[in-house]
């Protein structure tokens, strides 16, 4: 009796960790139709990329460790730190 409810508890946890959520794949954001809207604030994605940058990134370079998804402004940012005045 055990054995077959056990199999069915089985299938269902490991359907259950293949599904993907809303939160892991959503489609108002970070897509061409929604024209690559962020799915996190700026405030929010400049912190979890700074804390990786102070682990992972020379001090030399963290100049660079700021999210930004304008191609001008993050020009601008190396520039600044490799081209200096």
């Given at each position: ?9 089985t ?5 259950a ?9 959503p489609?108002d ?21 700074g ?6 990134v020379?001090p ?8 930004e ?16 005045p």
């Amino acid at each position: 009796m055990w054995k077959p409810l056990l199999t069915l508890f089985t299938v269902s946890l490991v359907g259950a960790q293949n599904e993907i959520s809303d939160f892991e794949n959503p489609t108002d954001c970070g897509n061409q139709a929604t024209d690559w809207k962020p799915c996190v604030e700026r405030k929010i994605a400049d912190q979890v990329f700074g804390s990786c940058c102070e682990r992972f990134v020379p001090p030399e370079c963290r100049g660079l460790c700021v999210y930004e998804s304008n191609p001008i402004e993050a020009r601008v940012v190396v520039k600044r730190l490799f081209c200096p005045p």
